[in-house]
């Protein structure tokens, strides 16, 4: 069974940076999006920012700038960095990867556990 693992949370103080990691157990085939989701209490999940297995990025409006998602194949690791934080910033972090079973034509999604950051003075 695949798992996310993730790490890098924490207590930071508005302006400051952090970088967020989810590491694959295993192997994930036919990987379709690697994608940051946030949630905030009494919030719905939001995603954060997206890269494709072709390297394309997205991201929300609110971190465009400020935050950048990258990923290093040689250790199944995905990033999420994070600059010139804010309070708004402060929310649950998830990992997501979204992959296609090719026999069905499907796409089935692996979550991470979740990191807390909070952005407070």
């Known amino acids: 069974q695949v798992q996310l693992v993730e790490s890098g949370g924490g207590l930071v103080q508005p302006g400051g940076s952090l970088r967020l990691s989810c590491a694959a157990s295993?192997?994930?085939?036919?990987?379709?999006?690697r994608a940051w989701y946030r949630q905030a209490p009494g919030k719905q999940r939001e995603l954060v920012a997206r890269i494709t297995s072709g390297g394309s990025t997205n991201y929300a409006d609110s971190v465009k700038g400020r935050f950048t998602i990258s990923i290093d194949n040689a250790k199944n690791t995905v990033y999420l960095q994070m600059n010139s934080l804010k309070p708004e910033d402060t929310a649950v972090y998830y990992c997501n990867v979204e992959f296609r079973r090719l026999r069905t034509s499907t796409v089935g999604y692996y979550w991470g556990q979740g990191t807390q950051v909070t952005v407070s003075s």
């Open positions: 295993g192997t994930i085939f036919s990987i379709n999006d």
